[in-house]
């Protein structure tokens, strides 16, 4: 959780300090480039008039998540890994809401206009894809439960 939480918070320091919200800077031209932007909503700018109910809200995710994790009386293989990377990128955003107010995005994928996101953004989408497939791919009868 917190190496994804450094990964994102630099990441994002780079980005205020290298990149220009009015010149995205091009890494394959037509597809992929960064450029910097800021959010006050969640995904897709949800909620973006509303940034206080969004960082309390976050705020309450991220608590329960932790709580969750931490008293839980076992894990699966990987499962502690992937509640690391989506607890980690929950923290990157949610330290930007509170002490910011807005997110810091970059990472923009051009080729097919889909929203500008950040480190901690895709921390949180492979770390809950992963879960997914830990809970479908675990069995289902009680006689093969992971040990603690």
Do not use: C
């Not at 980005?15 to 091009?26: G, I, N, S």
């Not at 309390?56 to 076992?74: D, E, H």
């Amino acid at each position: 959780m917190l190496f994804g939480t450094l990964l994102d918070q630099g990441t994002k320091w780079l980005a205020k300090t290298q990149l220009d919200v009015a010149h995205p800077l091009p890494v394959i031209p037509n597809v992929f480039q960064l450029s910097l932007s800021f959010n006050t909503g969640a995904a897709f700018s949800l909620f973006k008039s509303q940034p206080a109910l969004l960082a309390g809200f976050t705020s309450l995710l991220f608590l329960i998540l932790l709580i969750y994790g931490l008293r839980k009386p076992y894990f699966f293989k990987g499962e502690v890994t992937a509640m690391g990377l989506i607890l980690g990128g929950a923290l990157g955003n949610l330290l930007d809401r509170l002490l910011l107010g807005r997110v810091t995005d970059f990472f923009d994928v051009v080729a097919i206009h889909y929203p500008v996101f950040n480190v901690a953004d895709s921390l949180i989408f492979i770390g809950v894809f992963w879960l997914v497939v830990l809970y479908l791919r675990q069995p289902t009868t009680t006689t093969d439960q992971p040990t603690p």
